[in-house]
């Protein structure tokens, strides 16, 4: 986006962080980094109920959206390809399979009032 942009870089950084793949695999990585350092005082919501759920639903939304809609619209190549894969299959799975194996299931309540 730098390499070829037409609006100057704060803009062009600006444009990059809007996209909710890029924030959302942001957020994951944020959560994956903290929970990663046990012995550190973690921030309360990190181990809150439905905290890992919320970004497993929002992640699984970036792959399942890539996949369905606009994975046919282009076809990167070298580098992109493997960026494009691991933003949008890769960790979407990861985190998925994540989410199965760690969170408590009777931590949250799924029933609608």
Known sequence: ??????????????RFFSFFTILTNTL???????ISF?????PAFINSPGTLTSITVYITVVGLVYQIALRHLWQP???????DELLHTIIPILVIIFWYLSEPKKSY?????
């Open 109 to 113: 309540n799924l029933a609608m009032h």
């Open 38 to 42: 046990p012995y550190r005082r973690q």
């Open 1 to 14: 986006m730098i390499q070829n942009r037409t609006a100057s870089i704060s803009e062009t950084t600006v």
């Open 28 to 34: 994951v990585a944020i959560y994956f980094t903290i």
């Open 77 to 83: 190549q070298g580098t992109q390809k493997i960026v």
